[in-house]
C-alpha cells in the first residue's frame, strides 16, 4: 500500500495547525496541534495519517512516523532522538520511520546541534513526547472500547485488553487520540523497563547514504536554481578596494557578478554571526563550473584593512586589530605574554610562597596551532528571497543562534524565514556559525532567483572560523620528597585564552593558581569540536604524565591520588568535575587495556583522561614509530556519559574521536604567513588518512544510572595527551607543540 | 569551448553539452542531476568524487568531459539498483557512517578495490584507500565493512 504521506501534506498539517491557533500545548509546551488532516480522509484506500503530536505521525496501517527535531551532522540523533520517543510510546522499533523535522521553533522547542547536549537536554523531554502520545492513544482506545484505561497495555505498537483478549493497532486509534488534549501527567518508564533504549540500533539513514541520496545541502537542486560563490580577500586584514568585472561577466554561463555586503555597518554581533570578510564579490551563474572559471577572470584589488571595532549585542565594543598577521609572530607573541602577569582566575592557598619555598621545580610550555573545521562538505547553502520571504535548505547547526542576524540584514520578520534542515556533512562546530545563509539570502535577492551558496574547497580552509591558537605553560613545585605541592597554569591564545580555572587538577592540590591573556586578532575564530578541552587536555595531560615521572610514580596512579584528595577533601570552593567519575573512567581504561600487566611491557602507551561537556573520558593508545611514520596499534577507550541510549551510534563517535583526535595531534595546522593561510586544500592540509589510523579501537562504557551527559566532545580532547604520552614512551622525547609528526622527521 | 559530448553512465549514454575541461564531477552534478558523487577538494586529494571508470576507481573531479568517449563510467548510483551491492550491504552492517558525505567515494574505491582483489590483506585495503579522506574517523568501520564484503 502506498502511503500518501509527503512533504507537502506535512506542510498543510502545519498549516492546519497554525490556522486553528496552535492547538493543545502541553505545559512544557512540547507539543503542536493534535488535530487530524481531514483532508486526507478523502483518499480512503491509503493509509490516513494522524498527526498525534508535533513529534508523532501514526498511520490507519500501523506505521509510525517519528521527526527528529535536532539537525544532524552525523551525530547520529537521527537515530537515537527517536529511539527516546519510540522507547515510550511502546512501538516496535521497525515500525518506525525517521524524518527530519524542519526548523518550527513551535513545533520543535530545542534544535540546536552542538556542546554534546542533543541526549542530555532531550532524555526527559522526548520521552515525555512518546509517553504522552501512547497515553493519548490508550485514552482513545479505553473510549472506543468502553474499558477502563488502568485495564489495557501497550506493546510493539498494539493495545491489549488482556482479560477479554482484544487487541488491536495504535493505527485504529490513532484518529480519536489526535483529537484528544495532551495530557498533563506524564509518567515515564523507570530505566529497568527500558526494551530500545540501551540496544544497539543502527542509523536510520544508512541505506540512503550508501546510495549516494541526495541528503545534503550541497545536493540540494531546484528548477531556475543558478550557483553562486563570492570571492574574499586573499588575507586576514584585508580588505576589497575595488573590482573590474568586465571579463568575468563575458564567461560562459555567468548571470551577474556584484558586490555584497554581509553585515550592515552597525550590526550587532550576537557571538555565532562571526565572519571573517564583510564586502565580498559575489558571482553567479548556471553551473558551478562556470563560476568557478569567471572567478579566475576577476580583477580584484585589495587594500590592508585599518583597524576596525565591532559592537557586541552585549554592548560590548571589540576591536579588530589591523595588519598581516603570522604564525611565526604570533608564536613569538605567545611566549611574550606569558613572561607578564596574566590575569588571575583562580588561587589557592599561597602559590608563591610554595614556589618560592620549592626544591624543585618543573615548567614546560605547550602550543598548538590554528585548525580549519574541513568539514568534508564544504560551505554551502540554497536560498530563494521572493518578496519579504526567505527560504532556505542549509546545513546548520543551530539555526536560532542566525535567524536575529538574519532578520537585521535581511529586514524581515522572523515569521518570514523558514528554513529546510538539510543533513551535514560534517560540522564539528564550523556550522554552527551561519553567515553564509546571510550571503545566500543576499545573492537571492540581488538576482530574483534560487541559488545554491557553494565555497569551494579553497574557500572554506582560507575563509577563517578557526580553532584558535593556544598555549600554556605548566609549572610544578615539589618539596625534597618529591611530594606534589603547588600548580601554576597560565595560558592564553589567539584571540581567547583555553584556561578552565576551575577544571582538575584545580581542587586537588592546596597551592594552585591559574592565570590568562589573550592576544587580539584579525582571523576569526569558532568552536571546534570540544573548544579550549580539545588543547587543555594535550597540555595538561602530559604534563601530569612527565611529573608523575618526576615522582616515579604510575600516570594513573598518580591520577587516582590526585582525584582522591579533590574527592575526599577538595582544595577550593568551585570544582567543576566530579572527581568519583573522573577515577571511574581511569580505573575502567586501566583494567580493559590491562595497564601495568607484563604482557604489555614492550608496548609504547600512554594514557590521558579529561572531563568537558558534562562527561568523563579516559584513554590508553599504543603505537610505534619508525622514522617519521606513527602506527597506532590500539586506542582502549573508557567513557562515562551516563545511560548510553544507542551503543552502536555511540562506540561509532568515540571511535570517530578518537581518530580525529590522533590525526589532529599529529597533522593538523592551519599555519599563515602576512595573513594568507599557507594550506588551502587537503593536498597541502595534512588530514588522518586509513593507513594512519588505529589498527584497533575499543570503548566502553561505564555502566551506570546517570541521565545521559555528553558524548559527541568528550572522548575528543584526551587522545591528544594519550598520543603525546605513548610518543614519549617510544621515542624518548617529551612533544610539547602540536601537530606533533612534525618533529619525528 | 562548449561541445556536445556523449558519455556513458550507468550503461545509459548521455548527451551532454558542456565546455571540454568541465570535470566529470560537475556534469554528474549539475548537469545530469547525478548527486550520489559528492564534491571534496576538487584536487584529487579526498577521493569523495570517485567513480569507476572502466572498472577502475579514478577521481571525477580530474576527468574533463572531453576525455571520456569510449569510456564506461559507473556512479555510486549504478553501482547496484537497489543498493545491494555486497560493499553497500557490509556498510550497513557495520554501521560505518557518521555524517555519510565522504562514503559514496569510500564505497566506489571499496567496491573497485574488491573486484580487482577479492580477498585483500589489511594493507592492501589501507593502501587502496588511502586517497579517500573521512572526516568523521570511520575508517576502522569501513575496513571492517571491506573485510566483511569480501566474505560475500
Redesign the interface.
Known amino acids: 500500500m502506498k502511503k500518501t504521506d509527503s512533504n507537502l501534506s506535512r506542510r498543510s498539517f502545519l498549516k492546519v495547525s497554525s490556522l486553528s491557533g496552535g492547538g493543545m500545548m502541553l505545559g512544557i509546551s512540547w507539543f503542536a496541534s493534535a488535530k487530524p488532516v481531514e483532508s486526507l480522509g478523502e483518499l480512503n484506500i491509503e493509509p490516513v495519517w494522524q498527526e498525534v503530536t508535533s513529534f508523532v505521525k501514526i498511520a490507519s496501517d500501523n506505521s509510525i512516523k517519528i521527526f527528529s527535531p535536532n539537525p544532524e551532522f552525523g551525530q547520529n540523533v537521527m537515530t537515537s532522538l527517536p529511539m527516546l520517543i519510540a522507547e515510550e510510546l511502546d512501538v516496535d522499533w521497525k515500525q518506525v520511520e525517521v524524518e527530519q523535522g524542519n526548523y518550527d521553533p513551535k513545533a520543535f522547542p530545542r534544535q540546536f546541534t552542538g556542546g554534546s547536549q542533543g541526549i542530555r537536554m532531550a532524555w526527559k523531554q522526548l520521552r515525555t513526547v512518546g509517553s504522552a502520545a501512547r497515553q493519548m492513544i490508550l485514552t482513545a482506545a479505553s473510549q472506543a472500547w468502553n474499558l477502563p484505561v488502568t485495564e489495557l497495555t501497550t506493546a510493539n505498537g498494539m493495545v491489549t485488553h488482556a482479560f477479554s483478549g482484544k487487541s488491536e493497532t495504535y493505527g485504529i486509534f490513532a484518529a480519536a487520540a489526535a483529537k484528544l488534549p495532551v495530557p498533563k501527567d506524564i509518567v515515564l518508564k523507570g530505566n529497568q523497563s527500558f526494551r530500545l533504549i540501551g540496544t544497539p540500533q543502527k542509523n536510520v539513514v544508512a541505506p540512503k547514504i550508501v546510495q549516494g541520496k541526495p541528503l545534503f545541502g550541497m545536493d540540494y537542486r531546484e528548477a531556475g536554481m543558478l550557483y553562486a560563490m563570492t570571492e574574499r580577500p586573499p588575507a586576514f586584514g584585508m580588505q576589497l578596494k575595488s573590482f573590474d568585472a568586465t571579463a568575468a561577466k563575458k564567461m560562459p554561463g555567468i548571470v551577474d557578478i556584484f558586490q555584497i555586503k554581509v553585515y550592515n555597518d552597525d550590526h550587532k554581533f550576537a557571538g555565532f554571526d562571526t565572519r571573517a570578510f564583510n564586502e565580498v564579490i559575489a558571482i553567479v551563474g548556471k553551473s558551478t563550473w562556470d563560476v568557478m572559471n569567471a572567478r579566475k577572470k576577476l580583477k580584484a584589488v585589495w587594500e590592508v584593512a585599518p583597524e576596525k571595532k565591532e559592537m557586541g549585542q552585549n554592548g560590548q565594543e571589540r576591536t579588530i586589530p589591523a595588519g598581516l598577521e603570522s604564525t611565526k609572530k604570533h608564536y613569538a607573541q605567545m611566549l611574550e605574554m606569558d613572561k607578564k602577569p596574566g590575569k588571575i582566575e583562580r588561587r589557592d592557598g599561597d602559590p608563591e610562597k610554595a614556589f618560592a619555598e620549592a626544591k624543585h621545580v618543573i615548567e614546560r610550555t605547550f602550543t598548538a596551532p590554528f585548525l580549519a573545521h574541513n568539514i568534508m562538505e564544504p560551505t554551502n547553502t540554497f536560498a530563494h528571497f521572493v518578496g519579504d520571504k526567505v527560504r532556505f535548505v542549509a546545513p546548520i547547526q543551530i539555526p536560532d543562534f542566525m535567524v536575529p542576524s538574519m532578520v537585521a540584514r535581511l529586514g524581515i520578520p522572523k515569521e518570514n524565514i523558514s528554513i529546510e534542515l538539510a543533513r551535514m556533512g560534517g560540522g564539528f562546530g564550523r556550522r554552527a556559525y551561519g553567515h553564509y545563509m546571510i550571503e545566500a539570502a543576499l545573492i537571492s535577492k540581488q538576482v530574483n532567483a534560487p541559488i545554491k551558496l557553494i565555497y569551494t574547497r579553497e574557500d572554506d580552509v582560507s575563509g577563517g572560523t578557526y580553532r584558535p591558537m593556544y598555549q600554556l605553560t605548566y609549572r610544578a613545585a615539589f618539596d625534597e620528597n618529591k611530594k606534589l605541592i603547588a600548580f601554576h597554569a597560565k595560558g592564553g591564545g589567539v584571540p581567547e585564552s583555553p584556561l578552565h580555572a576551575n577544571r582538575f587538577p584545580a581542587g586537588a592540590i592546596d597551592n594552585y593558581l591559574a592565570e590568562s591573556w589573550v592576544i587580539p586578532s584579525n582571523i576569526t575564530i569558532a568552536a571546534f569540536r570540544a573548544p579550549r578541552s580539545n588543547f587543555n587536555a594535550a597540555a595538561e595531560q602530559s604534563f601530569l604524565d612527565e611529573i608523575s615521572e618526576y615522582m616515579g610514580k604510575d600516570p594513573i596512579a598518580f591520577r587516582l591520588e590526585l582525584l582522591q584528595r579533590a574527592k575526599d577533601n577538595p582544595v577550593g570552593k568551585t570544582n567543576d568535575y566530579d572527581a568519583s567519575r573522573y577515577m571511574g573512567v581511569l580505573e575502567l581504561v586501566r583494567e580493559k587495556s590491562g595497564w601495568g600487566k607484563p604482557e604489555n611491557a614492550g608496548k609504547k602507551r600512554g594514557v590521558s583522561a579529561y572531563f568537558c561537556h558534562n562527561s568523563y573520558a579516559a584513554q590508553v593508545i599504543d603505537l610505534r614509530v619508525k622514522g617519521d611514520q606513527v602506527t597506532v596499534d590500539q586506542v582502549t577507550t573508557a567513557l562515562d556519559c551516563g545511560v548510553v541510549v544507542n551503543p552502536e551510534g555511540a562506540k561509532n563517535m568515540a571511535e570517530g574521536a578518537a581518530i580525529d583526535g590522533i590525526g589532529n595531534a599529529l597533522f593538523g595546522q592551519l599555519t599563515l604567513t602576512e595573513g594568507r593561510t599557507d594550506q588551502r586544500n587537503f593536498d597541502t592540509y595534512r588530514m588522518i588518512r586509513h593507513n594512519e589510523a588505529p589498527k584497533k579501537i575499543d570503548v566502553h562504557f561505564v555502566k551506570n544510572e546517570i541521565d545521559p551527559t555528553g558524548l559527541g566532545e568528550p572522548p575528543f580532547p584526551p587522545i591528544f595527551g594519550a598520543v603525546a604520552n605513548a610518543l614519549y614512551k617510544a621515542t624518548g622525547k617529551r612533544f610539547y607543540q602540536q601537530p606533533f609528526a612534525k618533529q619525528l622527521s | 569551448m562548449?561541445k556536445k559530448y556523449s558519455v556513458k553512465i550507468n550503461q545509459k549514454v548521455h548527451q551532454v553539452e558542456?565546455?571540454e575541461n568541465?570535470?566529470l564531477l560537475?556534469v554528474l552534478?549539475?548537469?545530469l542531476?547525478m548527486?550520489?558523487?559528492?564534491?571534496?577538494?576538487?584536487?584529487g586529494?579526498?577521493g569523495?568524487c570517485t567513480v569507476h571508470l572502466n572498472g577502475q576507481a579514478v577521481r571525477s573531479c580530474q576527468l574533463p568531459i572531453s576525455a571520456l568517449a569510449g569510456t564506461e563510467i559507473t556512479?555510486?548510483?549504478g553501482l547496484s539498483a537497489k543498493?545491494d551491492h555486497p560493499v553497500?550491504k557490509a556498510?550497513?552492517a557495520e554501521?560505518?557512517?557518521?555524517?555519510?558525505?565522504?562514503?559514496?567515494g569510500q564505497?566506489m574505491s571499496a567496491a573497485a578495490l574488491l573486484k580487482n582483489n577479492p580477498n585483500p590483506t589489511?594493507e592492501d585495503?589501507?593502501?587502496f584507500?588511502?586517497?579517500?579522506?573521512?572526516?568523521?574517523?570511520?575508517?576502522?568501520?569501513?575496513?571492517k565493512a571491506i573485510q566483511l564484503a569480501a566474505t560475500k
Open positions: 562548449i558542456a565546455d568541465m570535470p560537475w552534478r549539475d548537469i542531476g548527486e550520489g558523487t559528492k564534491y571534496g577538494c576538487g584536487v586529494s579526498c569523495a556512479t555510486i548510483e543498493g553497500q556498510w550497513i554501521d560505518v557512517a557518521q555524517c555519510g558525505y565522504c562514503q559514496s564505497i589489511e585495503i589501507e593502501n584507500m588511502t586517497g579517500n579522506i573521512c572526516r568523521c574517523g570511520t575508517y576502522t568501520r569501513i575496513k
